[in-house]
Antibody, heavy 122, light 108 residues
Framework: QLQLRESGPGLVKPSETLSLTCTVSGGSISSSNYYWAWIRQSPGKGLEWIGS???????YYTPSLKPRVTISIDLSQNQFSLKLTSVTAADTAVYYC??????????????WGQGPLVTVSS | EIVLTQSPGTLSLSLGERATLSCRAS???????LAWYQQKLGQAPRVIIS???SRATGIPDRFSGSGFGTDFTLTISRLEPEDFAVYYC?????????FGQGTKVEIK
């Protein structure tokens, strides 16, 4: 059973970059069986898929955030990361890392991290 | 982008009652790529149904999913104490993957 754990600052200043890392245990991030995803949840917008990455480094982003988002993968550390630039208070949310299968019929999210709250405030 | 609209926003029911939750998609999900999640306070969502009607591992059979096209339903046949939570639908038919706004099932 995969386990995911997010780490990173809980407070980010407006206009700065939000950075989070997800550490995967119980399986290899190099596996061709998974996509690795970031999802956020805020009171105003509910659950929002941010983007996903495959072990090859191929990335897929939601269009509204694409100009500001980078998801990367570190196979040697069994980690993947999220960077969101130029943050505003609207980016305050609980940020989850999650995983889905690699075939289309498995693209739902079946393992989730605990999800830290990230607050954007000066 | 496919918009998912869930109704009702809140469902107030008693233990043992039947819960019927609705999820309507703005476009047809012809491949039936719709999942349901349960979220309890302070926890991450947990998938309970995928592919419209397939229960995830360990999910009791009082949970069932149905529907086709644009209209989908999650039914909890007899509410147990641990079922009171917020439920979300999610489509993975067309990117970007999107979620409904949730239905809260609360104790009456």
């Amino acid at each position: 059973q995969l386990q995911l754990r997010e780490s990173g600052p809980g407070l980010v200043k407006p206009s700065e970059t939000l950075s989070l890392t997800c550490t995967v245990s119980g399986g290899s991030i190099s596996s061709s069986n998974y996509y690795w995803a970031w999802i956020r949840q805020s009171p105003g917008k509910g659950l929002e898929w941010i983007g996903s990455i495959y072990y090859t480094g191929s990335t897929y982003y939601t269009p509204s955030l694409k100009p500001r988002v980078t998801i990367s993968i570190d196979l040697s550390q069994n980690q993947f990361s999220l960077k969101l630039t130029s943050v505003t208070a609207a980016d305050t949310a609980v940020y989850y890392c999650a995983t889905s299968g690699s075939q289309h019929y498995l693209y739902y999210f079946d393992s989730w991290g605990q999800g830290p709250l990230v607050t954007v405030s000066s | 982008e496919i918009v998912l609209t869930q109704s009702p926003g809140t469902l107030s029911l008693s233990l043992g009652e039947r819960a019927t939750l609705s999820c309507r998609a703005s476009q047809s999900l012809s491949n039936r790529y719709l999942a349901w999640y349960q979220q309890k306070l302070g926890q991450a969502p947990r998938v309970i149904i995928s592919g419209v009607s397939s229960r995830a591992t360990g999910i009791p059979d009082r949970f069932s999913g149905s529907g086709f096209g644009t209209d989908f339903t999650l039914t909890i046949s007899r509410l147990e104490p641990e079922d009171f939570a917020v439920y979300y639908c999610q489509q993975y038919e067309n990117s970007p993957w999107t979620f409904g706004q949730g239905t809260k099932v609360e104790i009456k």
